[in-house]
Each structure stands twice: as C-alpha cells, then as structure tokens.
C-alpha cells in the first residue's frame, strides 16, 4: 500500500502529466499541420527545432528553460513583472518542461496522421463546393484524430517518465515539484527505502506501459491498411 506521502506524489505526477499534455496538444497539431502541409523558407529548421528536445541532453533543456524562464530570463522576468507569474520551483515550472519534452513525440505522431489523410476526399469535397474551413473540420480533423489521441496518449507516456530538464529548471521540493521520476531517485539516495522505491517504480511502469499500448492501439486504428506505427 502507498502511503499518504507517495499518493502525494502520483497526485503531484499525474496533474503535472495531465496539464502539460493538454496545453502541448494544441501546440502540436498546430506544428504538425503546419509541417505537413505548408511549404516555406525554413521548414527543415522548425522541423529540426521542434525534434531537439529529442537530441539534447534533458539537462541542457532545463538549463534552457532556467535561463529564458528564470525570474531574471528574458520571458520569465515579463512573466513575473506583467502577470506575478512565476515558473520556477513550482509544480507550473515542471509541467513546462514535461511538455516542452513531450512536444517532438506528439507532434511526430500527429504529423503521420495528418500526412496518412487521403487528400483525394479533401479534393473532391472542394470539388462540391465545400470551403476550406469545412473541408479541415469535416474530413481532415475526423480522419487525423486517433493519431492525433495517439500523440497526446505518447505525450502522456513521456511526461510521466520527465527527469532531466524537470530536476534541472524546478530542482526537488517535495510536494509542488517531486514527481515520480525525481521521488524515485531521491529515495535512491536514502538507504532502507527499497519498499518505496519499489511501490513508485511499479506505478511508473504500469502508467507508462499502459499508455503506449493505447497509444500504439490508436494509431494503428489511425493507421489501419497503411501499416503506421508510432512505436
């Protein structure tokens, strides 16, 4: 049984999770549309710049993220001076660096689904008269959305398992920054704390695990006839 202080810590993960899915969603179909479908100068840079989270040391991200949302940083010294807003070391500051981590995934994953929709049925619905906006909301959105679930479902998987760039731009507070990840290495570090490490390593797999099966489930439906994985 979890105790009241490692229930914290799952409710701590899972609304930092959660957030950061839901505010990188958006932002990555955005990305993965604009990838798919734009041509313009510069594509393969905002492609490479969307992936490098992917590439970098997580450290070298959180580093990142304290330097540009640090509350002297160039976007976190406005953050505070115009809405009181502060990121770091607090629960908000991790669930940045969850998504900002997460982001390649998901929209690596929307971008598939995006580019599997037959653009005959888009042409054809033109064809009828239909104008682009409907087109985008009938046939794209609908055709596009289990990759697009899938993403967000990968998305999640990743944010929960978030380390590197977390410990790095919110360091380790229990209660507004500990998460799983950062709760299990810091009982690493304390010996007799087997049984807790245990107990959070086994909810850390079965999360992560069962979010890839559904997100592999989603995108193989997404996917289905064109063998489209996103694992």
Known sequence: MLTPQEWGIVELSLRVTIVAVAAATPVSFGLALLLARARFPGKVLVDALVH???VLPPVVTGWLLLIGFGVKGPIGSLLHDWFGLTLIFRWTGATLASAI???PLMVRAMRLSIEAVDRRLEGAARTLGASPWRVF????VPLA???VLAGAVLGFARSIGE??????FVSNIPGETQTLPIAIYAALQVPGSEGAVTRLAVISVVLSLGALVVSEVLARRAGAGRGQHVL
């Open 52 to 54: 490098l989270p992917l």
């Open 101 to 103: 981590m997460a982001l």
């Open 137 to 140: 909301w009938t046939i794209t």
């Open 145 to 147: 959305l289990p990759g």
């Open 163 to 168: 380390f590197g760039a977390t410990i790095t």
